[in-house]
């Protein structure tokens, strides 16, 4: 397989990133890397800064991937000409520079929104494969989430009024066909999920999208791992937000410390004060605030199982993966994509308080459900989203793009695989 030049462009990546999305787009690109294609990354530094209130804090960077910031003396103004105009208005210059043709194979599009709206899809060299990949759903939704008026998912678009409950100006270009003309740019759309998929289409998103999950680096399970917690419990990992859920499981945690297994919270966000009011005086629940990534693989494989309880139309779910990966099983409720990925085996769904409780009770008293379903986990994880089925499954959307465009420099390299 000979190297790609591979251009991804992104509102947010590390350092300057808040969500999941920004580490499946760094896991990506290193893994890229590592099979020697050459990576530049291009993302918004003011974006960043301008919601974060502060520069981040330097991070170790892979050397290999080439990262450009831009960052303009409009400061946040210049992602507001974005947001409501849908061109790269400040940085369109150094964009087409950048993008010029020859210099890359594959033009990948990760979260467009404020590094330049769908006026990007059309810049560069158009003999480049240009690929697409919706991390969240902004195609089809202003907001990003489906999180409707702040209280609820949504089902039938009324997108003013919605921006409006998050006090967010309505976007102009959203009313006109840019959209539309834009993804004709576009040789290949992928999902996260089935459900993210159909989810576009039901809101009228027309283009065909391929799925490819999210994935992870391996890792070895390490064997009965020292807990860091002193008494049984279950996890919730993740922002601390309203459309998390996690308020929904925090009276399923009530009484004394030690009539029943603990809810361990790690994660911090803008409804923490909230939450913790809420548990206030609960023994059982312990909120532990933001850990490093690398303190989290003992906290996913001594609990009994992980909780994700959003309330949310979500993409994917990449906390579910997590857990997978280090054999723990799953609590998730019944919405958006993690039917199809419990599906796959490692868990149990719920709706309601009362299923909650009866999965909280069996996989907290029966030991051999909750063994058994840790092993369906992580067989589950090395099927469906351990990195090298991801990358093939990923590089086969490039090839079938290229094949599709005639783009015999990129089918020669990456071998033209039935």
Excluded at 191 to 209: I, N, T, V
Excluded at 256 to 270: K, R
Excluded at 284 to 297: D, H, N, T
Aim: aromatic share 8%.
């Amino acid at each position: 397989m000979t190297a790609l030049n591979i251009a991804m462009l992104t509102t947010f990546y590390p350092p300057y990133n808040f969500g999941g999305d920004g580490i499946g787009i760094q896991r990506l690109a290193v893994a890229l890397a590592d099979r020697g294609h050459s990576i530049t990354v291009v993302h918004d530094e003011d974006a960043y800064i301008s919601q974060a209130g502060k520069v981040p804090a330097p991070i170790d960077m892979d050397p290999r991937i080439r990262t450009i910031g831009l960052k303009s003396h409009l400061g946040a103004v210049s992602n507001l000409l974005v947001h409501q105009f849908g061109q790269p208005v400040t940085h369109a210059g150094r964009l087409k520079s950048l993008l010029a043709p020859g210099n890359y194979d594959v033009i990948w599009h990760h979260n467009a929104s404020l590094v330049g709206g769908p006026g990007l899809f059309g810049l560069g060299d158009p003999g480049a494969v240009r690929l697409y990949e919706a991390h969240e759903h902004w195609l089809v939704c202003p907001t990003h989430v489906l999180w409707k008026n702040k209280r609820e998912v949504c089902e039938k678009k009324a997108c003013i009024r919605c921006q409006l409950a998050y006090r967010r100006p309505p976007q102009p270009w959203r009313w006109t066909g840019m959209l539309s003309r834009a993804t004709r740019h576009i040789d290949a759309f992928i999902a996260k999920s089935e459900f993210s998929r159909d989810k576009h289409r039901a809101f009228g998103f027309l283009p065909d999208m391929e799925v490819v999950p999210y994935f992870l680096p391996d890792v070895p399970i390490v064997s009965k791992p020292s807990s860091p917690h002193p008494r049984p419990y279950f996890l919730f990992v993740g922002r601390l937000e309203q459309i998390k859920g996690v308020q929904d499981i925090i009276p399923a945690f009530s009484g004394n410390a030690g009539d029943g297994p603990d809810l361990v919270i790690i994660g911090a966000g803008d409804y923490e004060a909230r939450l913790r009011a809420q548990a206030a005086g609960m023994e059982r629940v312990i909120f532990k605030g933001r850990l490093q990534p690398e303190s989290l693989a003992a906290w996913y494989g001594s609990a009994n199982a992980l909780i994700v309880p959003s309330l949310c139309y979500e993409t994917f779910g990449i906390i579910l993966i997590e857990a997978f990966r280090g054999g723990t099983p799953v609590i998730a409720r019944r919405l958006g994509p993690f039917p199809e990925i419990i599906a796959k085996g490692g868990g149990v769904l719920f709706e309601n308080a009362e299923e909650l409780r009866s999965a909280i009770a069996e996989l907290g008293n029966n030991k051999a459900r909750r063994d058994s379903l840790a092993s369906e986990a992580r067989t589950a994880f090395e099927k469906n989203w351990k990195e090298d089925v991801v990358i093939t499954e990923y590089l086969d959307v490039v090839r079938k793009a290229a094949r599709s465009k005639g783009n015999q420099r990129v089918i020669s390299a990456l071998g033209d695989r039935a």
